[in-house]
């Protein structure tokens, strides 16, 4: 089919703060926001059911075979907000800013996404001599222009793909090295991510790189079907595999740190698996062996179970490990706190990552990643409720949390999204991050109005930290519905 265009019409009021203009864009998860930008561009497909009008999944299945070629979709989108950057304990001066975020996406069924735009804030107050119109921080590097793109895709959820765009709570594989890695935590670096997906034979590859502009972390996961290779191919692939994977960070953009290379091997089995009428249920245990390549003495093990079930209207991951560490090696050390951690650390240690001792010990890993729908989930695009959670507790008293929780109510016409990031709880030197974020769609759903809020923390040439908040609320228009 040919490509189907609806252009909107944009009038957008801004509106005025308390004292000037208020600021801005808070980190998202991953998921929640390859979500969003997928919920934004996909048009109801052919045999896909209204809300409350479930289709049986013989006649899903039918309507999907009669068109089985997509059609491109496209979204346009606007958002005008009036933005305040403030300074917290006394640090650095307040800011204001109007920001407008043009958007425009384009999609073929769930194999390609291709989405534009950036938010571009111009100065209202603020900022001290010499400061432009422009906050220069958000375009001072070469990898700030990988912010224009918000997702690229080619592949989808197939094994071969590719995904380029802002990384949010990413997990390379088995996630001991990176886990729920974002490469914006850092509110004056706004990089491109890529990640490659890739199978041949018994062998299942991904790659990543948290910036395509500039030398900064990248690693891969390389992961053996042993089945396969012993017995030929399965008819269900991957009960048993083995993994190494391998990550280093440059430390040379987004300020500089030093250089960390980590490795791992892994083991999985796959237990339990049951699946029948669009329900599933598996659970597997892994067990793994990670160091610090040319550092005696740095390694770390870990074991574990995971659970994962899927119905139509449920799907559910879960985790459980038990993790030992020596040397100053730790599983999930590229993790949502590392784009901070790598100039200062969590805790009483205020030295860069790549320089603290991580105390030796153990500690207990929980994950629980949930998505439901009252209705039906529908690939990434339907989400009421949307659960992300990660729980680590240590042996010697430290505690680290991350989180999202999103949901939609009202007909989906309200959502409402709260993060946070606590690291090093109950230890001095604790550091915590939250954000928070309203959208209230009207007038049929294609205007809404938004409100943003939270924590940030800047670093600064000296290699600390600098806290701030930021607010924003602000009009947008679409063509979503």
Same mark, same amino acid.
């Given at each position: 089919?040919?490509?189907r ?71 346009l ?63 001072d ?36 090295l ?13 990089? /491109?991510?890529?990640?490659?997906? @890739? ?5 299942? #590859? +991904? *790659? ?5 502009? =500039? $030398? ?5 996961e ?27 960070d440059?430390g040379r953009?987004?300020?500089t740190?030093g ?56 799907d559910?991951?879960?985790?459980l490990?038990?993790?030992l ?6 599983q ?6 590392y784009?901070? /951690?790598?100039?200062?650390?969590? @805790? ?5 990552? #790549? +320089? *603290? ?5 153990? =500690? $207990? ?50 959502t ?11 230890q ?54």
């Amino acid at each position: 089919m040919g490509m189907r265009w609806s252009w909107a019409v944009v009038l957008l009021l801004l509106l005025p703060g308390a004292g000037g203009a208020q600021e801005a864009i808070t980190p998202e998860d991953f998921d929640a926001t390859v979500r969003r930008l997928e919920e934004a561009i996909s048009d109801k497909s052919p045999g896909e059911e209204e809300e409350g009008e479930a289709q049986p999944e013989e006649e899903a299945s039918a309507s999907a075979t009669v068109d089985s070629t997509p059609p491109w979709t496209n979204l346009l989108r606007m958002d005008a907000a009036t933005l305040t950057l403030l300074p917290r304990r006394s640090e650095g001066t307040a800011e204001g800013f109007v920001q407008v975020e043009p958007m425009v996406a384009l999609g073929k069924g769930e194999s390609v996404r291709l989405i534009l735009g950036t938010p571009v804030r111009l100065r209202l107050w603020g900022g001290g001599e010499g400061a432009g119109l422009v906050r220069k921080e958000d375009w001072d590097t070469l990898s700030d222009w990988g912010q224009v793109v918000r997702l690229f895709m080619v592949g989808g959820a197939t094994p071969n793909s590719v995904w380029l765009g802002m990384m949010e709570g990413y997990s390379l594989l088995s996630g001991h090295l990176v886990r729920r890695y974002g490469n914006r935590v850092n509110p004056n670096y706004h990089p /491109a991510g890529v990640i490659a997906t @890739g199978t041949l034979g018994p062998v299942y #590859a +991904e *790659a990543f790189a948290s910036d395509v502009l =500039s $030398a900064r972390l990248a690693g891969a996961e390389v992961a053996l079907d042993v089945q396969h290779v012993l017995f030929g191919r399965p008819s269900v692939p991957g009960r048993y595999t083995l993994a190494l994977s391998a990550v280093h960070d440059w430390g040379r953009v987004g300020g500089t740190s030093g250089a960390m290379t980590l490795a791992h091997l892994d083991a999985t089995a796959v237990v339990l698996r049951r699946g029948r009428k669009g329900k599933r249920v598996e659970a597997h245990l892994l067990g793994g062996w990670g160091g610090r390549p040319g550092e005696g003495g740095a390694w770390g093990a870990v074991a574990g179970v995971g659970v994962d079930a899927l119905t139509p209207t449920v799907d559910m991951r879960t985790r459980l490990e038990g993790r030992l560490q020596r040397g100053g090696f730790r599983q999930g050390a590229f993790g949502p706190d590392y784009e901070l /951690a790598r100039f200062q650390v969590a @805790g009483p240690a205020s030295v860069p990552l #790549a +320089e *603290a001792s991580f105390p030796e010990g153990a =500690s $207990a890993y929980g994950e629980v990643i949930l998505s439901w729908d009252a209705v039906r989930l529908s690939g990434m695009r339907q989400r009421h409720l949307f659960l992300s959670l990660g729980v680590e507790a240590f042996s010697w008293g430290r505690v680290d949390v991350d989180g999202r929780v999103e949901a939609q109510l009202f007909h989906r016409n309200l959502t409402v999204g709260v993060g946070g990031l606590a690291t090093a709880m109950g230890q001095p030197g604790a550091r915590y991050l939250v954000s928070g974020e309203a959208r209230w769609r009207f007038l049929g759903g294609n205007l809404y109005t938004l409100g943003q809020g939270g924590t940030l923390l800047f670093p600064t040439p000296e290699g600390t930290l600098r806290p701030g908040a930021f607010a924003a609320v602000g009009l947008g228009v679409d063509n979503a519905r």
